[in-house]
Structure formats: structure tokens, C-alpha cells
């Protein structure tokens, strides 16, 4: 049988999530599951994510990167993202890569609301650990961003020959559709502390950083990353966002678990 | 309900696609959709996965995939030019759209650099049937030059803000107006022309669907004949100008309308097999 260090399948019980598999060339002892974040940030990490994976892998550590239903590659629709199914995928994925590593131990690594989404589901998958790069701690401030990000999009003249009407730009988050139930899932989304050893990776820009104390105040640490990441400029909303200060920290904590 | 399934695949396994082959669809037109610049094979917002379940409703295979060295593909190491390699991958996608649907016809689907690397393909494969080029290679035209400049030079709260601006000290407008521009890599206006010419002559359908947001470089429905000339009065073009949309079509009714556009110009010019998804 022909081995892939990177593999692609389709998982799940319908069979509607897409994975990526990293193999390292030796049998793993460790893995890590990615939890992408959402919406364009999703697509903006995406190369970020794939760096990392090749980079994990090669220190030993299987990875699984996956997209929720309604993302990527996945089944469903944009409008179909839900708060507490993006969870339950989490956990689908930490069964599957745990049957295909052959490996019980999954740190999980989420940025933004990857990160939110990897520590909610902390529990029910079993990580051992969790790293959130900028999580969103705070779903208000996170929706009102967005919001306000969506609507100077509408008049944004670099994008628009004419601003757009409201009715163009409603119900969607920076080229998205989001259903009434998402938007009132974080919303009211306050995350708490993860029964596990917590790392939280903070790029945030001067001054726009939440408070992080809460999630890791168990177990775990705040490190701070250089440069701050543009999650929230406009004018970059479709660049990718590298960086190698976060892969460094990221493998750096997996080899100093080795 | 149809599934999706995800392929490595490629002379040395180096590309990763998602292929959608609806039932009963074998030997159909299929559809195979390049990057748009470097996002990875879902597009911008998403756009590539929406186009090609709702082609895979209406009765078409697909392969969304991405080139070499872009998304979750690698190189293939083969030492060939990028020109080469794109007519490479591509040829690896189609082989494998004809083993999984029995397609001997593609339409290419590209925006932007993937117009670009949609046009080098089709100029040079005979498999290739029809393409969709989007924000493909434009050049500013004089039509192009007055429509943009003349209001401009005709607008007295312009001239105000630009004499409040020299009085200031700063400069004027200093936007170069070089032919031809292209967000990628330009080519010849008369190579451009030659290549739809051959196009047509072979048969080929072609969708050239222009948004505003290359407005820098093209803003009227006319100037698709002032940059090619009158190949564009040949039945087998479509051209479409949306001027309210953005360049990567970030509004969901925008991409709803492209995605219907791109479905209507195939039902035809590609019908499926009749009634069978009717």
C-alpha cells in the first residue's frame, strides 16, 4: 500500500468532513489536531496551518487538520455553521486521528476561534493540552468587530466602485453567510478554562488584547508572539497571514514534550 | 445525496483535489476550476466549493484542485517553467476526471491568475471545449482612458481638492496609466487576440465575465471589443461586465449570481444528457 506523508480523506458519519493527514515517517507517539478558525481567517491560515502540520510531522507528531461542516471542504453550507456542531466536529476529529495515529494523546492547537472551539471541546475529546493562538474570549467583542469590519466593507472604496446596500452586505460576515443561530452563539459566547494544560499564544495588536489570565490561571502560560497579527485590518483581509514566530512556538512546546 | 472525494494524485502524487461526480454522469463535460491567486482550491470565500456542488446538482463532474507548490499541493520537481508545470497539473487533473467520469471534455474555470493559467491551457489543448475566464487579461483602451479620465477632468470638486493639494505642497495624481496591466503577469495584446481567434476557430466556448473591481484597468461592457477586436462578435464568446461587484466576489448574492451566470452559460453551451437533471 502506497504511503502519503499527506493524505486527504473524507471522515465522519456522513462521511462530509474533510481532513488532511500528516504521517511522520516514523510511527508517532504524539499528535495534534489543528481546529481552524472561521470565516475568512479560516482561509487566511490555511498556509500557516499546512507549514506547521509539515513541521510537526517532521519532529515525529501526527497531525490532523480538518474543516468544520459548512467550511472548506466540508459538506454544507456557509449559512450552516453552528456553534455546537463546529464542536462535535472537534471531537469526531480527535476520535479519527487517535484511530489512524494509533496514538491516545492529542494536544489540539486552534487559532482565533479555533482556539475558542478547542477549548470548549477539551473535555469531550480528551486533549491533554491545548494551545489557543488569539482565541476570542469574549464573543461580543468579537461580533462587534465583525460587524463593524462588514459594514465599512460595504463602502469600502479600494473593493467597490459604488457602496453597496445594506441589503447587500446583511446576514454575512467578510464574504460569509452566517445564520441567526451562529451569530447568537458568539454572541453569548464566553469561554471558559479548559480542564487541561492551557498555552495561550497572544499576537494580538497593542492595546486590543483580551484578557487571557482566566483561561490558563489552572495550568499553562500567556507567551507573546512578534510581530502582532492583522487579524482585524481591512486592507489586508485576503492576504495570507504567516508566521514563524508562532510555528517556532508551537513546535518548540511539542519538543519540549518529547 | 452525492458525495465528494479527495484525491492526491498527479504524476508524483504532488496535487490534491476534490472531485464531484454526480450519478449517471459519466462521459459528461467536466469542469475543472483553477486557484485564484493563492487561496487554496475552496477560492475566495469559498466561492470554487459553492460553484461546484451547484454544477454537481445540475448534472457536471468536477475537480477543484490545487496547482503545484500552491494550497495542499507540492511540487512535483520535474525542473519544468511554471507555464509548463500549470499544463502538467492541468493535464493530471483532466486524466483524472476521465478515469473517475469518462470525461474526454473540459470547460476550465479561472479568476485572475487562474484566467491566466485557464487561457495558456486552452490556447494549447484540444480537450479543452470551454473556459470561463473571470478578470481575465484586459488592457486599457482609449475608451478606457476617456471613460475613466473625462469625468475626472470635468469635476470642478476635483480640481479644488487637487489645487488645495499643490498649495499644500504635495504632489498631483501620479497614477501610471502603462499598457497593458494585468494583476499577474501581462501578455501580448495581438498574442491575447490570436489565441481566442484560434480558440473559436476550433470550437471552443468561451465566458469572459469582467467585475469592477478591476476598474483600474477595465470599466465598460464595451471595452471586451476594444481590447480583442471584433473575435468578440463570434458566437461562441459570452462576455459579461458586473460592474457593482468586487474582484473576488466577497457578497453572497454576487457569488450566487456569478455561480448562476457560470451554470446558465454551460446548460447552453455543455447541456448534460437531456432531462436527466431537468
Known amino acids: 500500500m502506497r504511503h502519503d506523508p499527506e493524505l486527504p480523506f473524507f471522515f465522519g458519519a456522513d462521511g462530509g468532513l474533510f481532513g488532511m493527514y500528516h504521517a511522520p515517517a516514523t510511527p508517532p507517539r504524539r499528535a495534534v489536531l489543528m481546529c481552524p478558525p472561521l470565516g475568512q481567517e479560516l482561509i487566511r491560515t490555511h498556509r500557516l496551518h499546512r507549514q506547521l502540520a509539515q513541521q510537526l510531522a517532521a519532529q515525529g507528531v501526527a497531525v490532523l487538520r480538518f474543516d468544520y461542516h459548512?467550511?472548506?471542504?466540508?459538506?454544507?453550507?456557509?449559512a450552516e455553521v453552528d456553534w455546537n456542531r463546529c464542536v462535535g466536529d472537534a471531537v469526531t476529529a480527535a476520535g479519527e486521528l487517535r484511530s489512524r495515529?494509533?496514538?491516545?494523546?492529542?494536544?489540539?492547537?486552534?487559532?482565533?476561534?479555533?482556539?475558542?472551539?478547542?477549548?470548549?471541546?477539551?473535555?469531550?475529546?480528551?486533549?491533554?493540552?491545548?494551545?489557543a493562538w488569539d482565541p476570542v474570549v469574549d464573543g461580543d467583542d468579537y461580533v462587534a468587530a465583525l460587524d463593524a469590519m462588514q459594514a465599512a466593507l460595504r463602502e469600502d472604496a479600494d473593493r467597490f466602485n459604488q457602496p453597496r446596500s445594506h441589503a447587500d452586505v446583511a446576514e454575512q460576515w467578510l464574504g460569509f453567510d452566517i445564520g441567526?443561530?451562529?451569530?447568537?452563539?458568539i454572541t453569548a459566547l464566553r469561554v471558559q478554562p479548559a480542564s487541561v494544560p492551557t498555552l495561550v499564544l497572544d499576537s494580538m495588536p497593542a492595546g486590543g488584547a483580551p484578557r487571557w489570565e482566566h483561561l490558563v490561571s489552572r495550568r499553562g502560560k500567556v507567551a507573546?508572539?512578534?510581530?502582532?497579527?492583522?487579524?482585524?485590518?481591512?486592507?489586508?483581509?485576503?492576504?495570507?497571514?504567516?508566521?514563524?514566530?508562532l510555528i517556532q512556538a508551537v513546535t518548540g512546546r511539542l519538543a519540549e514534550e518529547a | 445525496m452525492m458525495r465528494e472525494e479527495a484525491f492526491r494524485f498527479g504524476r508524483a502524487r504532488h496535487l490534491v483535489g476534490i472531485?464531484?461526480?454526480?450519478?449517471?454522469?459519466?462521459?459528461?463535460?467536466?469542469?475543472?476550476?483553477?486557484?485564484?491567486?493563492?487561496?487554496?482550491?475552496?477560492?475566495?470565500?469559498?466561492?470554487?466549493?459553492?460553484?461546484?456542488?451547484?454544477?454537481?446538482?445540475?448534472?457536471?463532474?468536477?475537480?477543484?484542485?490545487?496547482?503545484?507548490?500552491?494550497?495542499?499541493s507540492g511540487a512535483s520537481g520535474g525542473g519544468l517553467t511554471r507555464t509548463q508545470q500549470v499544463c502538467a497539473d492541468v493535464d493530471d487533473a483532466m486524466k483524472l476526471l476521465s478515469e473517475r467520469a469518462g470525461c474526454q471534455n473540459f470547460v476550465l474555470v479561472g479568476l485572475c491568475s487562474g484566467a491566466q493559467n485557464a487561457h495558456t491551457v486552452a490556447a494549447s489543448d484540444p480537450r479543452v471545449s470551454g473556459a470561463v475566464f473571470l478578470d481575465g487579461y484586459a488592457y486599457r483602451t482609449l475608451g478606457y482612458k476617456l471613460r475613466h479620465y473625462l469625468p475626472r477632468v470635468l469635476d470642478p470638486a476635483r480640481w479644488a481638492r487637487f489645487l488645495r493639494h499643490r498649495a499644500g505642497g504635495g504632489g498631483g495624481e501620479a497614477k501610471g496609466a502603462a499598457d497593458p496591466v494585468f494583476a499577474v503577469a501581462p501578455a501580448p495584446r495581438e498574442e491575447v487576440i490570436a489565441d481566442f481567434t484560434g480558440m473559436v476557430g476550433r470550437g471552443?466556448?468561451?465566458?469572459?465575465?469582467?467585475?469592477?473591481?478591476?476598474s483600474y484597468c477595465f470599466n465598460h461592457a464595451r471595452q471586451f471589443r476594444e481590447c480583442f477586436g471584433k473575435v468578440m462578435d463570434h458566437p461562441g464568446i459570452t462576455t459579461s461586465y458586473r460592474a457593482e461587484t468586487d474582484h473576488t466576489y466577497i457578497l453572497s448574492g454576487d457569488r450566487a449570481r456569478l455561480v448562476d451566470g457560470i451554470g446558465g452559460w454551460l446548460a447552453r453551451n455543455f447541456p448534460p444528457a437531456a432531462g436527466r437533471h431537468a
Not at chain 1, 70 to 78: E, M, N, V
Not at chain 2, 32 to 37: D, P
Request: zero cysteines.
Open chain 1, 224 to 245: 507573546a508572539i512578534a510581530p502582532p497579527t492583522p487579524w482585524t485590518d481591512l486592507r489586508r483581509l485576503e492576504a495570507a497571514i504567516l508566521s514563524h514566530p
Open chain 1, 101 to 131: 495515529a494509533g496514538v491516545d494523546r492529542i494536544v489540539a492547537f486552534g487559532a482565533r476561534l479555533g482556539g475558542s472551539i478547542a477549548l470548549a471541546a477539551a473535555d469531550r475529546a480528551r486533549f491533554a493540552e491545548v494551545i
Open chain 2, 204 to 214: 471552443m466556448k468561451l465566458y469572459l465575465v469582467y467585475s469592477g473591481g478591476i
Open chain 2, 19 to 72: 472531485a464531484g461526480v454526480p450519478d449517471g454522469a459519466w462521459g459528461e463535460t467536466g469542469v475543472i476550476v483553477l486557484n485564484a491567486g493563492l487561496v487554496h482550491r475552496i477560492g475566495p470565500f469559498r466561492l470554487h466549493v459553492d460553484l461546484t456542488r451547484q454544477l454537481n446538482a445540475a448534472g457536471y463532474p468536477t475537480l477543484r484542485f490545487d496547482l503545484s507548490t500552491l494550497g495542499d
Open chain 1, 70 to 78: 459548512g467550511t472548506g471542504d466540508s459538506a454544507g453550507y456557509s
Open chain 1, 180 to 185: 441567526d443561530s451562529l451569530r447568537r452563539q
